[in-house]
């Protein structure tokens, strides 16, 4: 059975939410919600190296933004806790279900078909028959879920190049998703690692919704950049390198891929933004590699190497 909950949103200032988050747990609510401009900023400011663009309808979002949100489940001792706040603060309220949170946000998320063989699959989805090689995915976990371009053009260039005997390395592997279609779509075996500590654990777990066991697929944790003994452990000899990030990270990445590859290995990087293009296709050319492809969807860039 669905609860029903209302969601309390107080308008607050920057300078006033702890002493308010303080009397709001004397009243007995907990769960706070605070949603804020500077804090928002700062977030950006400090992980500026995992993503290129933001959203601007999201930064104009929490433009001027301080507010506090939390979530009172219906009923009388409910009633009576919204009384009291009322009391204290200007409120404004609305009706919410737990399926609300739970579920809604699966609506989104939509086989997919990429290329002209795979066909990527959130694991709730029924697909019936069909000639494509199904990928299932649980996409509410990491990025990478098919969706979005960066990821589309890395799965259709290794198309191209995946076949039987090949190894794969997957730099920054988020879900598993490019690892896991290679080995779908015939590769040997594939390595993942990412910055994300998570990142093995989610990558297996959807590894096993595709019948994929450990030992096909291992999956590291661990900054590539930095770690040279991480590099180590990672090896070489690799017939496909991926890596779809963001062009702050594959410009110091670049000098290091050369040396996880054979000597016919295939290099495809993705998560260029527009604008970004020529910077990293430079960096990439001066690691001594030769571009063969330049995809190009939506505002997202993606090279193919050798």
């Not at 919600?33 to 992980?47: A, G, M, P, S, T």
């Not at 601007?56 to 929490?62: G, Q, T």
Request: charged fraction near 25%; aromatic fraction near 8%.
């Amino acid at each position: 059975m669905n609860m029903k909950y209302t969601e309390v949103i107080i308008e607050t200032p920057e300078n006033e939410i702890d002493a308010r988050c303080e009397r709001l747990t004397e009243l007995g609510c907990s769960g706070f919600v605070i949603e804020n401009e500077q804090d928002f900023r700062d977030f950006l400011e400090n992980n500026r190296q995992f993503w290129d663009y933001v959203d601007k309808e999201l930064e104009e979002s929490y433009s001027g933004l301080s507010r506090i949100k939390l979530y009172i489940e219906d009923g009388d001792e409910g009633e009576v806790l919204l009384d009291r706040i009322r009391s204290l603060y200007t409120v404004s309220t609305s009706t919410v279900q737990d399926s609300d949170w739970e579920n809604n946000w699966k609506q989104y998320y939509k086989p997919i078909e990429i290329g002209e063989r795979l066909l990527v699959v959130p694991e709730w989805e029924e697909t019936g028959d069909s000639e494509r090689v199904k990928l299932v995915l649980d996409p509410g976990l990491m990025f990478g879920t098919g969706s979005h371009a960066t990821t589309r053009m890395c799965l259709e260039a290794l198309e191209g190049f995946a076949e039987a005997g090949k190894s794969v390395l997957d730099l920054g592997c988020g879900s598993g998703i490019l690892g896991i279609g290679a080995i779908l779509l015939g590769c040997k075996n594939a390595v993942g690692v990412d910055i994300d500590p998570k990142a093995p654990d989610i990558v297996m777990e959807n590894a096993a919704l595709n019948g994929i066991g450990g030992d096909r697929l291992r999956v590291y944790s661990g900054d590539i950049i930095g770690d040279a003994s991480l590099r180590k452990s990672l090896g070489g000899g690799y017939h496909l390198v991926v890596a779809n990030i963001v062009s702050d990270v594959i410009i110091p990445l670049a000098p290091h891929v050369r040396g996880f590859m054979a000597e016919d290995g295939v290099f495809i990087t993705s998560g260029i933004i527009d604008g970004r293009e020529n910077e990293v296709r430079c960096a990439i050319e001066k690691s001594g590699f030769t571009v063969l492809r330049h995809l190009c969807e939506e505002e997202w860039h993606c090279f193919v190497c050798m």
